[in-house]
């Protein structure tokens, strides 16, 4: 029974995970680039809803989508000021710019917000579901974590295999030169990935800050390199590889800490993406792709 | 690491802000005129980031200054210098209050300053005692004293708090493994909590980077049978466990120390979970006995603000210093050494009715010997137990 319900807790733990890990691959997937600054706008996002629940009183529905089309906005913004002119750098010089974008995320969010760590109400007002007479308690947060993260898996596969914007980002990721030559803008189809998957950093920071009710400027780093490392281990630019590796990471994180040491979880987890990065340098559903000379 | 490095970058600006604090304030003198008064000087943040706590300190002290002139005997004088909670600038306010010619030190407030004027007090025989400080390595010299229980003995007294009200037999405890201070409450309580037959069922730890699911560290403490949750932490990861209780179901009662003081003050909170959770703190401001009443209303008609933990330590500080000088028969006239020698000998011997505890003693280690206090949450207060 307890056995059950770490296992539970760990594919919750690993569903929010996955939703993070997701915004990771899509950008990596068609940008090329690791968007550091990703957990930031989970963190940003979560402030939004706090702000509007908490202290303007909407209902929480609505908190969601404004800070849905807000994060976008952040996003595209980002994309626009931050990455756009570096298109044609180094990738190095990128990955130094996202990591810039996500401390003046944080510093911003501590000079706007201060340091005092909020409590997060929980936007989920599902009654836990009680098993076996008290002794398996599923909280709503880890029914609706885990459907939420299930649906927005199936809706971006569809949304990239079966619409004309996802098969242009497609496109866009396999060869930028030889999608602009079929017409395809490239850097729309760029902006447009950038505001997918800040929205989904939105929805992402609900839930994790629904889950674990505590909202501070550093709320997203650790969540962010988690997810980070899930993507990588499912295999980074695939979607299904973001969404399993999100759940194993979970998994191993809530296990190791049951039956190992609560201690030793986060060395275990670094671990196993080591020994999974030696034996499949692609990740787990990662597509190994030979080099045309 | 990236978090590492955004700790390291907050610090440096909360150090560049607090550095930027500005002239040390010299201030607050309520007394008569010098020579018939024994001087007392005071160290502490009154400004930059822990400004909180010195100012608390400071008017803490100034109230019990005032009322203990106003009852004739004894007379005090007491000077207070900012020292923003750094170091140096500590060492530089204790050479300015020898050269006013201090006579014992109420201070200094904050730990690390503390450390480096401690030592230096003891080289010049000067009293020092207090009022906040917590590290052990504060009282190492035997000229140094303190009001309030050194971190790890929080532990001691918690576990005794627990056995000797009965409040549990059956203990889990969840603390941060990564923090000094969390870490030696839990060492020591695990040790007194052996020798006072209360068993431990469950022991959690979790660290700095693995603070925000608590799934597994709550499902043990339910699974092992605890009746009661010891927490020996800050009042934010707190929050999360006692969350994480409510949505498992877990109903054992909680008890932790005074890092838990601020539960109340979380901003979006649900504070009605909260309600039963014990704590140990010297002080509360809303505790019914006629001692703190009457503190806290000439505060609060002073100051305009409710009176914190740290003003009734200072509060308590000033007439342990009374009742040593009047013991050790101190007078204004002798010098600091003399002074000292005087209420070191009578520090041991004097035991102090204050607003942190009911009979203060000291151990010639300088650490207090007080019966904690505890308080619970009733109605989104603290309320004595």
């Known amino acids: ?293 | 690491m990236k978090k590492a490095m955004s700790l390291v970058l907050a610090a440096a600006m909360a150090f560049s802000f607090a550095a930027c604090g500005g002239a040390s304030g010299t201030s607050g003198a309520a007394s008569t005129a010098s020579g018939t008064a024994i001087k007392i000087g005071g160290i502490g943040p009154l400004t930059g980031g822990a400004a909180i706590y010195g100012n608390a300190v400071k008017n803490g002290a100034a109230l019990a200054v005032e009322e203990i002139n106003a009852q004739g005997g004894l007379q005090f004088e007491l000077n207070f210098q900012d020292d923003e909670n750094d170091p140096e600038k500590a060492l530089n306010a204790y050479n300015n209050l020898k050269d006013w010619g201090m006579q014992a030190l109420l201070g200094t407030v904050t730990t690390q300053p503390c450390l480096t004027v401690a030592p230096e007090t003891a080289a010049d025989n000067m009293f020092l005692l207090t009022p906040s400080a917590s590290a052990v390595d504060v009282i190492k010299e035997d000229n140094a004293f303190q009001v309030c229980f050194t971190d790890p003995n929080q532990g001691v007294a918690s576990a005794d708090y627990i056995a000797e009200n009965g409040l549990a037999t059956k203990i889990a405890i969840i603390y941060d493994s990564s923090d000094a201070y969390s870490s030696g409450i839990h060492d020591k309580f695990k040790e007194e909590a052996a020798t006072k037959g209360l068993e431990i069922v469950a022991d959690e730890a979790f660290t700095a980077d693995n603070k925000t699911d608590f799934s597994v560290q709550v499902q043990k403490a339910k699974s092992s049978g605890a009746e009661l949750v010891f927490l020996p932490i800050y009042y934010s990861e707190a929050n999360l466990i006692i969350q994480e209780m409510n949505k498992q179901g877990c109903t054992a009662s909680i008890f932790g120390c005074d890092g838990l003081d601020g539960l109340l003050t979380i901003e979006g909170a649900d504070t009605s979970l909260f309600e039963g959770v014990m704590l140990l703190t010297p002080f509360a401001a809303d505790a019914q006995d006629e001692k703190t009443q009457s503190f806290v209303s000439k505060y609060e008609e002073k100051y305009g603000e409710t009176p914190n933990q740290f003003a009734a330590d200072a509060y308590d500080g000033v007439y342990t210093i009374l009742a040593a000088c009047e013991k050790g028969g101190v007078t204004a006239d002798m010098d600091a050494s003399a002074v000292c020698d005087a209420l070191k000998t009578a520090m041991t011997q004097i035991t102090v009715d204050g607003l942190t505890g009911e009979g203060m003693k000291w151990e010639a280690t300088g650490e207090v010997n007080k019966a904690p206090r505890a308080v619970k949450i009733q109605n989104g207060a603290y309320t004595a137990m």
Request: charged share 10%.
């Open chain 1, 1 to 293: 029974m307890e056995f059950l319900s770490y296992l539970i807790n760990g594919i919750s733990l690993g569903s929010v995970y996955a939703i993070i890990a997701l915004g990771y691959t899509m950008v990596y997937g068609i940008a090329k680039m690791l968007n550091f600054a990703h957990g930031d706008v989970i963190m940003v996002g979560s402030y939004i809803v706090f702000i509007a629940v908490n202290q303007m009183g909407m209902p929480p529905l609505l908190a969601i989508i404004i800070s849905m089309a807000l994060c976008t906005l952040l996003g595209i913004v980002i994309e626009r000021f931050a990455y756009k002119p570096l298109r044609s750098a180094s990738s190095l010089a990128v990955l130094i710019t996202a990591i810039g974008v996500s401390y003046l995320l944080q510093n911003l969010a501590l000079l706007i917000w201060g340091a005092d760590p909020k409590s997060f109400t929980s936007v989920v007002g599902l009654a836990p579901v009680q098993l076996a007479g008290g002794r398996l308690v599923i909280s709503g947060e880890t029914i609706v974590t885990i459907v939420v993260s299930a649906i927005i898996m199936a809706g971006l596969i569809f949304f990239v295999n079966n619409t004309k914007m996802g098969r242009a980002m497609l496109a866009v990721s396999e060869d930028k030169g030889a999608a602009q030559l079929m017409g395809i803008n490239v850097n729309s189809t760029i902006a447009m990935t950038f505001a997918i998957g800040s929205a989904l950093a939105a929805v992402a920071g609900v839930l994790l800050c629904s889950a674990y009710p505590t909202l501070q400027p550093t709320t997203g780093a650790m969540p962010g390199i988690k997810a980070f490392t899930a993507a990588v281990f499912g295999g980074i630019g695939s979607i299904p590889g973001a969404f399993v590796g999100g759940i194993l990471l979970g998994v191993i994180e809530i296990m190791s800490k049951a039956y190992i040491s609560t201690q030793l979880a986060d060395a275990i987890v670094f671990a196993v993406l080591i020994i999974v990065l030696l034996v499949r340098p692609t990740g787990l559903l990662g597509k190994k792709i030979s080099e045309k000379v």
